[in-house]
């Protein structure tokens, strides 16, 4: 029984995927409903319920892959894959006012590059608190923190040591998931409701998997906007991260 | 037809991916340049140019539509392929690495969202005491 289920999920994960992920919308929806009367979106309940599966994924295959690595469940990986996940994020800027888009525009690149140094050095901090010296350790700690893809890119590129490597990793990981759980909750009081927020929303945490789990769960009417600027934050993080910021580090450490 | 929506929607998609890597590569960064920024904007602008034409019927948006309504499923999918465990047993330093990362960009929401709006406003609005 278990073998044919196997055999099917295995030859259909796509559509596999659809169900499982359909159903679990459901489920959240019915708990938006039922228990928080709507207050808490089901998106993001939904989103929350992924990450514990996710976890628990993790947990019983000790994968790197969240659920993915449950055989049953590996279409999840393609229809949460980067491909699906971009091909769908496009689609939503159909949508897009681009006079809003416009007037927000410099605002964007100011919090694009705000948001990598502010993150780089919230990092740099937090590593010199646990007792990091060396300029090499400290700025690639501070590139994980502005994302897990620049961590490992600055600490590859100036030779940061494996270790700390994968504590880059897991700080920009760590950042990625509390974008999306939190997001809903403190959308309000940052005055995330508008265009003009989410666009300077994805240039601050540019983690563009946080980002656009995070606005989907506050308003998907804000995702094109965030994910806009988003976009651009981890390639200028990679681009800032072994040069200026590791020159500036070295300067400041010595 | 909705496959004339699907395909305007992956010939933007491609299009916008293809800058990005070239401007990556360009620049010299292991990283996708906005490729994803820059198909939305071809999107927009394909989607503006065709729609005064009257080229764009309800069934080709529906192509798009249908992929754009599709995103929140996708987005929970990503979710649950998440490293959840790797963040967590990351150790202390990276957690609140990680935490005071995201504190610093919500408290300077508020604060650019001010900036951008005084810049625009300055000779019409009245100095305020913020």
Not at chain 1, 178 to 191: D, E, K, N, Q, R
Request: charged residues 10%; proline residues 3%.
């Amino acid at each position: 029984m278990y073998e044919s289920l196997l055999k099917v999920t295995d030859k259909y994960d796509l559509i596999a995927a659809f169900a499982v992920i359909g159903l679990t919308m459901w489920f959240s929806y019915w708990v938006s409903g039922r228990f928080t009367r709507g207050r808490v979106h089901g998106s993001a309940i939904a989103i929350l319920l992924g990450l514990t599966m996710a976890y628990l994924g993790g947990l019983f295959t000790g994968g790197e892959k969240g659920v993915v690595d449950i055989p049953l469940l590996s279409g999840i990986g393609l229809l949460g894959g980067s491909m699906l996940r971009d091909f769908a994020i496009v689609a939503t800027g159909f949508g897009v006012n681009i006079d809003e888009l416009k007037q927000a525009g410099i605002s964007g690149v100011i919090a694009l590059v705000m948001g990598i140094l502010s993150s780089f050095f919230a990092g740099v901090a937090i590593a010199l608190a646990f007792g990091y010296t060396d300029a090499v350790s400290l700025t690639t700690i501070g590139a994980g923190a502005v994302t897990y893809i620049v961590g490992p890119v600055t600490g590859a590129a100036i030779g940061a040591s494996s270790e700390v490597i994968a504590l880059s990793i897991a700080a920009g990981l760590v950042k990625s998931i509390l974008v999306m759980v939190t997001t809903p909750f403190f959308a309000s009081l940052i005055g995330l409701n508008n265009p003009r927020t989410a666009v300077i929303f994805g240039g601050l945490m540019g983690t563009s998997s946080g980002v656009a789990a995070g606005l989907a769960a506050t308003d998907p009417k804000l995702v094109p906007y965030g994910c806009l600027t988003a976009a651009f934050y981890t390639a200028l993080g990679c681009l800032l991260g072994p040069s200026l910021l590791f020159i500036l580090m070295r300067g400041i450490m010595g | 037809m909705i496959i004339y929506g699907v395909t305007l929607l992956s010939v933007c998609t491609l299009t916008g991916i293809t800058i990005g890597q070239m401007l990556g590569k360009l620049i010299g960064v292991p990283a996708n340049v906005g490729g994803v920024g820059i198909a939305m904007i071809l999107l927009i602008l394909a989607g503006s140019y065709l729609n005064k034409r009257g080229l764009l019927d309800v069934k080709t948006e529906q192509g798009v539509e249908f992929w754009s309504a599709i995103y929140i499923p996708v987005v929970v999918a990503m979710a649950a392929k998440q490293n959840v465990m790797g963040a967590l047993t990351g150790g202390p330093m990276a957690i609140l690495a990680g935490v005071s990362a995201v504190a610093c960009g919500f408290a300077l929401v508020p604060m650019l969202d001010r900036l951008g709006k005084d810049e625009s406003k300055t000779s019409a609005a009245p100095a305020t005491n913020s």
